[in-house]
């Protein structure tokens, strides 16, 4: 059951990460006209443990997947704009997991 609750809230903190990383990549869209896949370019912050890629930024989009370590095989993705759908995720904006 403790693992239970802990894997709830590996999933909450990827999620909440993948919320803040859409707030960060709107910034950096606002002062630059592009999104990026640089990570450190930007001004989120990841929580303890989950680890975030950005796996497409243009111009015109981007897309990113995120992932806890102690939560395998719980995966998370988000995608908006002009870039191919990023699995889990298959609508654009809303955050996808399995």
């Given at each position: 059951r403790f693992a239970d609750t802990k894997g709830k809230a590996y999933a909450a903190s990827i999620k909440s990460d993948l919320r803040n990383l859409t707030q960060a990549e709107e910034a950096y869209f606002f002062d630059r006209a592009a999104y990026t896949a640089i990570l450190?370019?930007?001004?989120?912050?990841?929580?303890?443990?989950?680890?975030?890629?950005?796996?497409?930024?243009?111009?015109?989009?981007?897309?990113a997947i995120a992932t806890h370590p102690?939560?395998?095989?719980?995966?998370?993705?988000?995608?908006?704009?002009?870039?191919?759908?990023?699995?889990?995720?298959?609508?654009?904006?809303?955050?996808g997991c399995r």
């Amino acid at each position: 059951r403790f693992a239970d609750t802990k894997g709830k809230a590996y999933a909450a903190s990827i999620k909440s990460d993948l919320r803040n990383l859409t707030q960060a990549e709107e910034a950096y869209f606002f002062d630059r006209a592009a999104y990026t896949a640089i990570l450190s370019s930007l001004t989120s912050q990841t929580s303890p443990g989950v680890v975030i890629t950005i796996t497409n930024a243009t111009t015109s989009g981007w897309s990113a997947i995120a992932t806890h370590p102690q939560s395998y095989p719980f995966t998370c993705a988000y995608f908006t704009g002009n870039v191919p759908a990023q699995a889990p995720a298959t609508i654009e904006g809303i955050i996808g997991c399995r």
